[in-house]
């Protein structure tokens, strides 16, 4: 296949990188089996034990490359306005210019192999081809598993199809020298120093949501990191949710659910469309319709069990790449919170000897897993993965869903009165930080949509961008905003979650129809008393009164919070999120 800019611009970072050798990915079985034994003779990864874990490989990243460094990662915008408050800003010309230098020469000693892929069915007017260039195997292995990648993506791409370019090297694994460049206005990713999957596998965060944002808001659709489920009732009817928490929020979870009894028996069934990214169009129906662009699962490892998660559990056995979790000396993988005993020993995340009791000099116990420890799974292994899931033209969705990690303040659900309030809630949503960021654990941020990493440009425009949707929509789904893990004075978790949060989908389901009572709120509609159904829940009405309890001081205080976080926009913000503001603050005075 002959594209002549493709072609140049393969040349030109080959000259920069200078690789021993250049190598297409063309998707077959066979090049991929070449390539895992070449990985495990070099020792980046070894096999697990083939009769446990049939198809599965092992990796450990640098122990200073364990998850994604949101403060090495750059929107480089000619205009710094462009890029807005939330993000870190490099001008283009300067951060080409810094990461070329430790890209110059990166590949020395190394191959650069060249990974075409589509996020999204590949011909799907929903979907976007991209060029990976990486000197890792690694990488090559997860876009296999997480991409449609080869030569079918070169043949629909053709000899004048446009792409986005990533350059991706590890360079020396040196965090002093890492980068995670994406640049908006040319279609490109620059990511070099790093092993870690969401810095390096460049149609993940980078392509799928930083760069797709700002696509969706120039070509008038989302990308949004939102998982996607159906639901199915005992009549047979599916509807499709779409729903956005910040990383280890339990999305892959929600979108693997187990129904619980009585909705079991009755015939409630879940599928899976995608656990993390969504991308959402306006259907000549006036509906949204929306899209999973990727075909695997990068899941954390830590509190996947039986119990939170059994539909991941039977996804992993085969065919996956673990990530920093416990080797067992037996070829086994075990993880923290996981199913099992640890084995009786085995080598840490960390390259280091581990045994079950391990502790550190200040006598804390030693993980052998990671907190942030991952599984590259391919989605088509999911029990429950649905028959819609490549489906090119999406699944249509009857309510979106946002949702953080709060202890106290936000209710376990209420609905929104309209579009415009739903964007306003998921502006201001908020979580407290998890091991999949780099932060302080516990501490509280604002993460509007679930989007602070990943909002490829201002994010006050992309509010607007939001506003302008809701205009353009007949029919737009209702918008929700749900809290699994508020507790109670004594600090234990008062919603049991994992299955049971169907309860609460069944219900907002069923007000999406217009068909469940409601009382209305400061914040929006809470279910009326008995709404929510708790057949077979040991839940006393007093807890459930706690649950969906709104403490006026507390969100007054949250109010101004919300307008400290707007400030930053200055005069950028659409003036409708501020009134909405007021509003809010007036129904909590009243």
């Known amino acids: 296949m002959h594209n002549p800019m493709l072609q140049e611009w393969i040349r030109q970072m080959a000259e920069m990188c200078r690789p021993d050798r250049i190598v297409w990915v063309d998707g077959s079985r066979e090049q991929k089996e070449a390539l895992e034994k070449e990985a495990v003779a070099t020792g980046e990864m070894i096999r697990l034990n083939q009769e446990k874990w049939p198809g599965c490989l092992y990796h450990r990243t640098a122990v200073n490359d364990v998850a994604r460094t949101e403060h090495l990662t750059y929107i480089c915008t000619r205009n710094k306005e462009d890029a807005g408050p939330t993000n870190n800003w490099m001008e283009p010309q300067e951060a080409y210019r810094r990461a070329g230098e430790y890209f110059r020469g990166s590949m020395r000693g190394r191959t650069m192999y060249v990974i075409p892929f589509s996020m999204g069915p590949i011909g799907s007017p929903f979907s976007k081809i991209g060029i990976e260039l990486t000197d890792s195997i690694y990488v090559v292995l997860n876009m296999l598993i997480m991409t449609r990648a080869g030569r079918e993506v070169l043949e629909q791409l053709g000899s004048d199809g446009d792409f986005t370019k990533g350059l991706h090297s590890k360079g020396d694994l040196d965090d002093k020298k890492r980068l995670i460049l994406h640049f908006p206005e040319d279609n490109t990713i620059w990511s070099v120093g790093s092993g870690y999957g969401g810095n390096v596998l460049l149609g993940k965060k980078c392509l799928s949501l930083r760069i797709a944002s700002y696509l969706g808001r120039l070509e008038g659709w989302m990308a949004e990191h939102m998982l996607l489920m159906g639901i199915e009732d005992p009549s047979g009817r599916v509807e ?6 910040p990383s280890a929020c339990g999305k892959t979870n929600l979108a693997m659910l187990v129904p619980p009894e009585p909705f079991r028996s009755r015939g409630y069934k879940i599928w899976t469309v995608g656990d993390d990214i969504a ?22 490892a830590p509190g996947t069990n039986a119990k939170s998660n059994p539909n ?3 996804t ?4 996956t790449i673990f990530t920093n979790v416990l080797l067992g000396d037996d070829g086994n993988v075990w993880w923290e919170q996981g199913e099992g005993p640890p084995p009786a020993s085995g080598t840490a995340w960390n390259g280091r000897r581990w045994k079950p009791g391990l502790v550190d000099h200040e006598g804390k116990p030693v993980p052998g897993a990671h907190p942030n420890s991952r599984f590259t799974a391919p989605i088509s292994q999911c029990p429950i993965v649905s028959p819609e899931w490549e489906n090119p033209r999406g699944v249509p969705l009857s309510a979106i869903i946002f949702g953080g990690r709060r202890s106290t303040a936000v209710p376990l659900v209420f609905e929104t009165f309209n579009w415009r309030h739903g964007v306003y809630t998921g502006a201001t949503m908020s979580s407290e930080l998890t091991a999949a960021q780099f932060g302080t654990l516990g501490k509280v941020r604002r993460d509007p949509m679930a989007m602070l990493p990943f909002c490829g440009y201002n994010m006050a425009d992309y509010f607007g961008h939001w506003l302008k949707m809701g205009e353009k929509m007949s029919s737009p789904p209702k918008i929700f905003h749900v809290n699994w893990f508020r507790r109670d004075a004594n600090g234990n978790f008062i919603w049991p979650g994992f299955g049971e949060n169907l309860r609460v989908l069944e219900w907002i389901l069923r007000r999406a129809r217009g068909e469940a009572e409601a009382v209305e709120t400061p914040l929006g509609f809470v279910p009326a008393p008995g709404e929510i159904n708790l057949e077979g829940l040991e839940l006393s009405p007093s807890a459930m009164e706690q649950l969906l309890a709104v403490d006026r001081d507390l969100w007054l205080e949250e109010v101004a919070d919300h307008r400290r976080f707007f400030q930053q926009f200055g005069s950028r913000l659409p003036r409708e999120l501020l009134e909405e503001c007021d509003a809010l603050e007036q129904r909590l005075k009243s």
């Open 240 to 245: 499709y949710i779409a729903a956005a928490f």
């Open 279 to 300: 991308w959402i169009r306006l259907g000549e129906d006036g509906r949204l319709w929306a899209l999973n662009p990727e075909t695997g699962f990068f899941g954390v």
């Open 312 to 314: 991941a559990l039977a």
């Open 316 to 319: 992993i056995r085969k065919n």
